[in-house]
């Protein structure tokens, strides 16, 4: 069955330090791919997604590519910042929209 | 755009009392809205899916007469925490689909904190 299969953290790093956070997955279909924020007691945000293939999403500095060769769709991020603290999660969406999987979620912690 | 919210944000009860959490689409309809919970430090799990006008379709392990949930109107789905007990403490997040537009994009709500003593 479809799954996601992310990093596990937490992730430290310092301010204006590059990010990864790797992503795979594994999908029956042609899924979209997503990465979701969520802040500290906050409900999750939609950072970014890909809808096929070589598709790059984009925002706020962050950005992942879908690979379906490596079936991959990392986050990178060129400088945190502190702000940038957050659990992220990687998820993908297959048949339409009609089921969705997460990963475990990786902690990220940018200290000044 | 787009924006989900919940109500209450954060509730705590007696056991053997019920909640009911609200969510709600602001700006959009949605036949689909999905119910989460999340325990400290931890992924997202699937409780159910709650299409307008129907019953909804729960997850394997979740008990349906615990948890219920009605979608009344296409911007509103409410989950009612039947006998709540302790270990009901959690946190529950609500998503909603768009009706129109991109179907697979799922747009949270805050989240509510539901603390049961």
Same mark, same amino acid.
């Given at each position: #069955?479809?799954?996601?299969?992310?990093?596990?953290?937490?992730?430290?790093?310092?301010?204006?330090?590059?990010?990864?956070?790797?992503?795979?997955?594994?999908?029956?279909?042609?899924?979209?791919?997503?990465?979701?924020?969520?802040?500290?007691?906050? #409900?999750?945000?939609?950072?970014?997604?890909?809808?096929?293939?070589?598709?790059?999403?984009?925002?706020?500095g962050f950005?992942?590519?879908?690979?379906?060769?490596?079936?991959?769709?990392?986050?990178?991020? #060129?400088?945190?910042?502190?702000?940038?603290?957050?659990?992220?999660?990687?998820?993908?969406?297959?048949? #339409?929209?009609?089921?969705?999987?997460?990963?475990?979620?990786?902690?990220?912690?940018?200290?000044? | 755009?787009? &924006?989900?919210? $919940?109500?209450?944000?954060?509730?705590?009860?007696?056991?053997?009392?019920?909640? *009911?959490?609200?969510?709600?689409?602001?700006?959009?309809?949605?036949?689909? @809205?999905?119910?989460?919970?999340?325990?400290?430090? $931890?992924? !997202?799990?699937? @409780? %159910?899916?709650?299409?307008?006008?129907? *019953?909804? /379709?729960?997850? $394997?392990? &979740?008990? *349906?007469? *615990?948890?219920?949930?009605?979608? %009344?109107?296409?911007?509103?789905?409410?989950?009612?925490? /039947?006998? %709540?007990?302790?270990?009901?403490s959690s946190?529950?997040?609500?998503? %909603?689909?768009?009706?129109?537009?991109?179907?697979?994009?799922?747009?949270?709500?805050?989240?509510?904190? !539901?603390? &049961?003593?």
């Amino acid at each position: #069955g479809d799954s996601v299969t992310q990093m596990e953290g937490p992730v430290t790093l310092s301010e204006e330090a590059f990010l990864t956070i790797n992503c795979t997955y594994t999908a029956t279909g042609y899924p979209s791919l997503f990465w979701y924020v969520q802040y500290p007691g906050e #409900g999750l945000q939609l950072l970014l997604k890909a809808t096929k293939a070589d598709d790059k999403g984009s925002n706020k500095g962050f950005e992942a590519t879908y690979r379906k060769e490596t079936t991959s769709f990392h986050l990178e991020k #060129g400088s945190v910042q502190v702000s940038d603290s957050a659990v992220y999660f990687c998820a993908l969406s297959d048949y #339409g929209g009609n089921q969705f999987y997460f990963g475990t979620g990786t902690s990220l912690t940018v200290i000044p | 755009g787009a &924006v989900v919210s $919940q109500h209450p944000s954060w509730v705590i009860c007696k056991s053997g009392t019920s909640v *009911k959490i609200e969510c709600r689409s602001l700006d959009f309809q949605a036949t689909t @809205m999905f119910w989460y919970r999340q325990f400290p430090k $931890q992924s !997202l799990m699937l @409780m %159910a899916t709650s299409n307008e006008g129907s *019953k909804a /379709t729960y997850e $394997q392990g &979740v008990e *349906k007469d *615990k948890f219920l949930i009605n979608h %009344a109107s296409l911007t509103l789905s409410t989950l009612t925490v /039947t006998s %709540a007990h302790p270990e009901d403490s959690s946190f529950y997040i609500c998503s %909603a689909i768009p009706t129109s537009g991109v179907q697979e994009t799922q747009y949270f709500g805050p989240g509510t904190r !539901l603390l &049961v003593l």
